[in-house]
């Protein structure tokens, strides 16, 4: 089929194939780069996760030390301002914020279903110990304190860690994830160019060649005939 190309046709032929190589090189190029920032942008948007959950546990714990200090000292912190109450008060409204901060930004599957667990242990605890600062508000700290002694709130406290730590280690191998779709897709683009420009010059020479090859012959046969006339 080539061999009755006509020579118009051959260089046509020899413009077109490198030039689509490369417009497919480009396509190939321009998606996973589009793939790397896409990666790349969700590993900037999701830095902040694990301190975000580590900001939300400190406020959990805040909330125990307070309530704790306010069952020991029988709801007379008037010595100190207040301090316990106005601990826990803050401390409660921060788990709040970042809950809800963390629920709305972080929508996939693994962080949803612990952010879940998080919050309902976080939840609880909150209940359980502003439950000893009302006993002791009302006069009932003996009550308290043998709540405190149940142990419920120790229960609680102790499902942090390990969710905590769940927690953590998903985050971190979501963001390995990541890192390694964004260092496969910078392999891919340079892998692109490196083998697809290799590519369009080869085609680039061997249909260099092919035309040249053509032209020789055209020559060739017109001198012929030229001299035979």
């Known amino acids: 089929m080539f061999a009755k190309m006509k020579l118009r046709q051959r260089i046509l032929l020899g413009y077109l194939v490198p030039f ?3 417009l497919v090189v ?13 990666e790349s942008h969700l590993l ?18 805040r909330m125990q030390r307070a309530s704790y200090a306010y069952v020991l000292m029988n709801g007379k912190t008037a010595v100190v301002g207040g301090y316990p109450k106005k601990i826990f008060e803050s401390s409660e409204l921060k788990f709040q914020s970042l809950t809800e901060k963390l629920t709305k930004r972080y929508s996939d599957a693994p ?27 009302e006069g ?3 009550a308290a304190i043998a709540e405190f002694r149940r142990g419920e709130a ?10 905590m730590d769940t ?15 964004v260092a496969d897709a910078i392999t891919t683009v340079q892998n692109t160019v490196v083998i697809g420009t290799a590519c369009a010059m080869v085609l680039m020479v061997a249909l260099g060649l092919w035309i040249a090859a053509a032209v020789s012959r055209s020559i060739t046969a017109n001198a012929t005939q030229l001299s035979a006339a």
């Open 140 to 142: 009932k700290e003996k």
């Open 167 to 181: 927690i953590v280690k998903t985050d971190m191998e979501h963001r390995v994830k990541q890192r390694e779709a």
């Open 111 to 137: 962080h949803q279903d612990n952010l879940h667990s998080l919050t309902e242990v976080g939840h609880n605890i909150i209940q359980v110990n502003r439950h000893y600062m009302t006993l002791v508000d």
């Open 26 to 38: 480009m396509a190939m190029v321009y998606f996973n780069l589009r793939i790397a920032a896409h």
């Open 20 to 22: 689509l190589l490369l």
């Open 44 to 61: 900037n948007e999701t830095a902040s996760f694990t301190p975000d959950v580590m900001l939300l546990s400190d406020s959990l714990v």
């Open 154 to 163: 120790i229960k609680l406290a102790s499902q942090m860690d390990p969710l």
